[in-house]
């Protein structure tokens, strides 16, 4: 494997950039990187690691200085703005972490989740990548455009008032949330592949015609983390959002009683014979995906089967049904995807 030049994988300080200072861009990629992100502790599969083995991969491959690609800037989200979503006795508690001395950990949120002083950070900055990427989504000219946010800690699993599974604020809500707020967007569709189901996120957004909750996940009858009735496919939304909430579960039967082969072709055979005509139906002016790749061959929580090339075949078609998606990784991409 070549060797990664140090000009390759330098990583932009953000912190003093304003992004609104960032020139427009024609690059079709905008990839949202801090080495911060390193900062927050491990979390059982959650760890450091994931966002640094992303970097390199992409820098291995040369896609840091694509014609394609560009490596956006965006800062810390505000205080106040995390608690557009967010109680503020959650915010408040999250950033309390800050408080910790040098190597000093607490377990503020359950066994899941593990926080150190830098947890605040971190977990602003990945808010605030979100943030900043649908924003420069929404408001470029240029189509197609997508984003990509690679930082942790992730958020599908908050809700308003709680963090759970490895997540401290809802990144994928929050974007979700100011897109509508600042864009007068009227129609948001978060796809969440995870094999994990947004949880948080449904919860967020249950009663909101405006935010299509879509997730693809293990259920197992309640068995699977997050261990919820709500992630079942009776679950579709109440009062104005009544109809805008859809989950796949899978699930095992008396006849099969393993999931581990679902893979590629029953989740384009998903795709291509239900939820792209859902999609299509609602029509969104913007896509935001909770892009966890658990469900990929050699996960060791989601042991289910799906390609690698299963992601990029979907985004493609994503893109056919809106061409502005903001991705916002949930889980790491598996050792070997882009070599
Ligand atoms: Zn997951």
Redesign the pocket.
């Known amino acids: 494997m070549e060797e990664i030049s140090e000009e390759n994988t330098k990583i932009q300080d953000s912190e003093h950039k304003d992004p609104d200072q960032c020139e427009e861009t024609e690059k079709q990629l905008c990839i949202y990187y801090d080495e911060r992100a390193k900062l927050h502790p491990d979390n059982h599969e959650e760890i450091q690691l994931r966002s640094q083995f992303i970097w390199d991969a992409l820098a291995e491959n040369k896609l840091l200085k694509s014609d394609r690609v560009h490596l956006s800037c965006f800062n810390q989200i505000e205080v106040e703005d995390l608690t557009q979503v967010h109680t503020t006795s959650l915010v408040q508690k999250i950033l309390s972490a800050g408080e910790l001395k040098d190597g000093e950990t607490s377990k503020m949120f359950g066994e899941e989740n593990t926080e150190n002083k830098h947890t605040p950070e971190c977990a602003r900055l990945a808010a605030g990548s979100s943030l900043q990427a649908m924003k420069d989504v929404v408001t470029s000219p240029f189509t197609p455009k997508a984003a990509f946010s690679l930082m942790r800690p992730p958020g599908h699993h908050a809700t308003e008032g709680h963090a759970d599974g490895y997540c401290f604020f809802n990144n994928a809500a929050i974007a979700a949330h100011f897109a509508i707020k600042s864009y007068n967007l009227k129609r948001v569709l978060i796809l969440d592949w995870?094999?994990?189901h947004g949880d948080g996120t449904q919860e967020i957004f249950y009663e909101s015609s405006k935010v299509f909750f879509m997730s693809v996940h293990r259920w197992e009858n309640g068995k699977y983390f997050p261990y919820k009735d709500c992630s079942n496919y009776t679950y579709l939304g109440s009062k104005q959002g009544e109809g805008f909430n859809l989950n796949v579960p899978w699930n095992t039967t008396e006849e099969e009683d393993d999931l581990s082969e679902i893979g590629t072709k029953e989740y384009q055979f998903l795709f291509e014979n239900l939820l792209f005509g859902i999609m299509a139906e609602f029509d969104p002016e913007l896509i935001i995906v909770s892009a966890?790749f658990?469900s990929a061959k050699g996960d060791p929580l989601g042991l289910q089967q799906v390609d690698h090339e299963f992601y990029s075949w979907l985004c493609v078609n994503l893109q056919k049904i809106c061409p502005k998606i903001v991705m916002v990784i949930?889980?790491r991409l598996l050792n070997g995807y882009f070599s």
């Open positions: 995870d094999v994990h966890g658990d949930r889980r």
